[in-house]
């Protein structure tokens, strides 16, 4: 669920998360597995985490779906011949304590939050900056508004601003995207659009790429307010089909499926920005993951962005 709070705020917590942190290189040769929950190096048993179970399947080939319904011994089995068969010489292990939160090749460069968090800061945006924040172990987003370019629409007031997000266990890379906040309530509603940048986590120069990404972002916002325009006028004859047909379309999950019904009464609608603020919505459902919450508020953006060629 995203919330409404300060970048120092969001900067203690990301700091407090990552107290336990770690990183090693562990020999391929001596990784082994009890099961798909446990891993040893060498004698040495760590609990395997739910991303790390799907990064090791992902990178030894196997469905991680059969291996979940396996028995131990089975997927004991199939992981530890396949981890022979792994061409790399080394595998890079995050770790929370002695758990195993993420598993990638040695190539792989991490970008943690807290450099994100601490680059931000670096750029002038004050401790006591107010954003709104997604953050779990897995992943993390953030909208900040810029109150300076407040805007009105009919009766709509609008804020526009940058949203940065980032997955410390490669669940998506470091991304910026530029977004609208709906001022209607103190927690406001977020609509993402397209990413304007995105970068995978394989260079060190991705936080000396934000200062001229987020100046390029806020040439957005002609577009968009155009893009909300339209979808104000646009007209939507049944709402409830429109919208099971984008959930379908945008592969949603149960977990996003119900908190988009949650969210339709509260932003009913016969427009196609009604349909758009659903999605907003439905971001701020209690039980979502940072990452759901995020992926809801890029799908709301994504229909702005096809409001003009669904109308013409």
């Given amino acids: 669920m995203s919330q409404t709070t300060t970048l120092s705020e969001v900067m203690a917590r990301a700091e407090n998360m990552s107290r336990n942190y770690t990183d090693a290189n562990i020999k391929t040769g001596e990784i082994s597995f009890d099961s798909l929950d446990i891993v040893r190096f060498g004698s040495e048993p760590h609990l395997l985490k739910p991303i790390a179970q799907q990064s090791i399947a992902n990178r030894l080939g196997i469905p991680i779906q059969y291996l979940r319904k396996c028995p131990e011994d089975i997927q004991a089995l199939n992981l530890n011949h396949w981890i022979k068969c792994e061409k790399n010489e080394e595998l890079f292990f995050r770790f929370d304590g002695d758990k195993v939160r993420a598993i990638f090749t040695p190539r792989y460069i991490p970008t943690d939050n807290l450099e994100v968090l601490r680059k931000i800061e670096a750029l002038g945006y004050h401790g006591d900056t107010r954003i709104q924040c997604n953050l779990d172990d897995e992943f993390m987003s953030l909208s900040i508004p810029d109150g300076r370019q407040t805007f009105n629409i009919y ?16 669940l998506a890379s470091l991304s910026l995207a530029f977004f609208l906040l709906r001022l209607v309530c103190t927690n406001g509603m977020i609509s993402k659009t397209e990413v304007s940048a995105s970068y995978r986590h394989v260079s060190d120069k991705i936080l000396s790429s934000l200062p001229g990404v987020l100046s390029n972002i806020a040439g957005d916002l002609i577009q968009q307010k155009e893009q909300i325009k339209i979808s104000l006028e646009s007209r939507v004859e049944n709402p409830e089909s429109t919208i099971n047909n984008f959930n379908n379309q945008f592969m949603l999950n149960k977990a996003e499926k119900e908190a988009v019904s949650w969210a339709i009464p509260l932003e009913y609608g016969l427009t196609m920005f009604s349909i758009v603020n659903v999605y907003t919505k439905a971001a701020q459902y209690k039980v979502l993951t940072a990452e759901s919450s995020f992926r809801l508020e890029k799908v709301g953006g994504t229909i702005l962005g096809m409001v003009k060629r669904m109308v013409n």
């Avoid at 009766?155 to 490669?170: A, K, L, Q, W, Y």
């Fill in 155 to 170: 009766r709509e007031r609008i804020t526009p601003g940058i949203s940065v997000s980032n997955s410390e266990v490669g």
